[in-house]
């Protein structure tokens, strides 16, 4: 398994959904220097090279009617299929709830490249269809999250 894809859709999945207010807050006080940390520890731990730097990493905090949205934008070096371009952490204001999405790299031959909204959800992915940098992303993931 690619040390990138596992820690995107596995490692980090599991710490949030271990303790999802403990991540939020990181990410809420430590932003960038939280995850390019997490992402380098996982990499030591597994004994790969670690190529990024923490100014490849962006988080961006936003705001939709009642919830709240972790913007993480990821490297976009050596993105491949599966790979993450986002992953969105949403949250309520009370962080009564709270969800763990993907925008992913897929790849079709007859159509070429298009991004994938994907979600974990109780330790299942699903996914959402595909999406563009033109579409609202937190508007359609508030319509997921408030069902």
């Not at 939709?64 to 949403?90: G, N, R, V, W």
């Not at 994907?118 to 330790?123: P, R, T």
Request: glycine share 4%; hydrophobic share 35%.
């Amino acid at each position: 398994m690619d040390i990138r894809y596992y820690c995107e859709h596995v490692a980090f999945y599991k710490l949030f959904s271990h303790d999802p207010v403990k991540v939020i807050s990181k990410i809420l006080t430590e932003k960038e220097d939280f995850i390019y940390n997490y992402f380098l520890h996982e990499y030591d731990s597994h004994q790969e090279a670690f190529p990024y730097q923490e100014k490849d990493f962006k988080v961006e905090i936003k705001e939709y009617d009642q919830l709240e949205f972790a913007i993480i934008t990821m490297p976009e070096a050596f993105i491949k299929p599966s790979l993450c371009h986002k992953i969105i952490i949403t949250y309520s204001m009370n962080l009564d709830l709270y969800m763990y999405f993907t925008v992913e790299d897929g790849y079709d031959p007859l159509f070429g490249k298009y991004n994938i909204l994907g979600a974990w959800i109780e330790g299942s992915h699903m996914t959402f269809g595909t999406i563009n940098d033109n579409d609202k992303i937190e508007e359609k993931i508030y319509n997921i999250a408030m069902c």
